[in-house]
């Protein structure tokens, strides 16, 4: 009987305890929810808000660059230009889904290709920031068995590792089986034992290469010991509420993702290259790219002199105007007017970031039906600064 008894307290005090651990775990999660939700509300805080004349004039310019360029409704994906994160002028036309006939919506994900590499990039300068990384740090020390040595996270970032593109080496005979869904991993593998040489000597100079950021993303799931979809959910999308923004998973999401068409609105296919993340495969919307850059260029979430250290041009061996930072391109003129940006093409689909700091604009465009008019937007800068672009240029994308 007094064993039962002792029994019976025991159990009593153990109950207490863990009652009071999830008493005090839940208040820890519930303050640190309240502490997230106002850093989330503070890194998206807008500026001064907008005049209604200011409104209006610039309204109207973007109205008839957008009419003109797109019309009867032929941009078939979302697009907004946005001041001080206060939007001036958007809109969403066309179809999500040509066979279900689902319309494009402002909360319609579409595939951004390559300006996925702008998120990636600021993912990494994350991890920089929280001292996970270095600049100079080199990739062999992070991934094992990458085979070249010299090749750095700088380097990576600015596409200046001499790195063949894993789409053209995969395509020769018996370096992959095409039947099968190429991963991040595999592209390792195979520069690693299929003597897959370098282009040129590391740091030399430039070459566009989206096996570098296919890199970048293995970096990411070594460093936080996550998969690189979470990782980026808990550094970039939950913070910036990006709630319409998701890293495509091809078995999870291949039946439901927005699809990509060609110009007469036949479906483009997916194929092995599609299970690929870092380079592309972020899934986004317009007003979600705008709490992304309007996230990033706020000292809350980001610190200025490491972003800084993105907008300068790393590629300098030949004059000329375009440039490559880190994870963003940019046109440097003479004058000393920078002009920041970065596109996408991936199947059907184009995308177009712009970002001014100095006037603290953001345009974007996303399209999921194949259209280079999507490039075009960047002409709408010169309506908010010295920019030598002009509204009515029908020149080719750069």
């Given amino acids: 009987m007094i064993f039962i ?31 997230t ?18 409104i209006a004039s610039k309204k109207s310019s973007i109205t008839h660059f957008y009419n003109k360029n797109w019309p009867h409704n032929s941009l078939n994906g979302g697009f907004l230009v946005a001041k001080n994160g206060h939007i001036i002028f958007e809109k969403y036309e066309g179809l999500a889904n040509y066979k279900t006939k689902q319309e494009m919506t402002s909360s319609t994900p579409l595939h951004i290709a390559s300006v996925s590499k702008v998120i990636t990039a600021t993912a990494v300068l994350k991890l920089i920031d929280q001292k996970k990384l270095s600049l100079d740090q080199k990739l062999n020390t ?9 090749v750095t996270i700088k380097t990576l970032l600015s596409h200046r590792t001499g790195m063949r593109n894993y789409a053209y080496f995969t395509e020769k005979k018996g370096i992959w089986d095409r039947h099968k869904i190429l991963t991040n991993q595999d ?15 590391t740091d030399t100079r430039f070459s566009y290469c989206n096996t570098n950021y296919a890199m970048l993303a293995l970096v990411i799931e070594k460093v936080t010991g996550l998969p690189y979809k979470k990782a980026m959910e808990q550094i970039i999308f ?19 993702a927005t699809p990509s068409y060609k110009g007469n609105f036949s479906k483009v296919n997916l194929d092995y290259l599609d299970g690929i993340y870092g380079d592309k495969n972020i899934y986004s919307t317009p007003r979600d790219l705008l709490k992304f850059d309007m996230g990033r260029n706020s000292p809350e979430f980001f610190p200025a002199k490491l972003l800084q250290k993105a907008f300068i041009g790393y590629s300098n061996e030949h004059k000329g105007k375009n440039n490559y930072g880190l994870g963003i391109r940019m046109m440097n003129w003479p004058t000393g007017q920078n002009f920041y940006f970065h596109n996408g093409w991936w199947h059907g689909n184009t995308s177009a970031y712009i970002t001014l700091p100095e ?32 509204l009515e240029d029908d020149g080719k994308e750069e």
Wanted: proline share 4%.
């Fill in 5 to 35: 008894k002792k029994a019976n307290i025991l159990q009593i005090l153990m109950l207490s305890l863990v009652l009071g651990s999830c008493k005090q775990k839940n208040e820890s999660t519930t303050a640190l929810e309240e502490t």
């Fill in 37 to 54: 939700k106002t850093k989330k509300v503070e890194l998206i805080k807008k500026g001064p808000k907008l005049s209604e004349s200011y």
């Fill in 142 to 150: 992070i991934l094992k068995g990458f085979p070249y040595p010299d």
């Fill in 187 to 201: 592209i390792l593998t195979i520069m690693a034992t299929k003597g897959i040489d370098l282009e040129f000597k």
């Fill in 238 to 256: 939950k913070p910036l509420e990006m709630n319409d923004t998701y890293v495509f998973d091809y078995e999870k999401d291949k039946e439901t």
């Fill in 359 to 390: 006037e603290k604009v953001t345009i974007i465009a996303l399209s999921n039906k194949f259209n280079r008019m999507t490039y075009k937007v960047r002409n709408l800068s010169a309506l908010f600064g010295d920019y030598p672009f002009k």
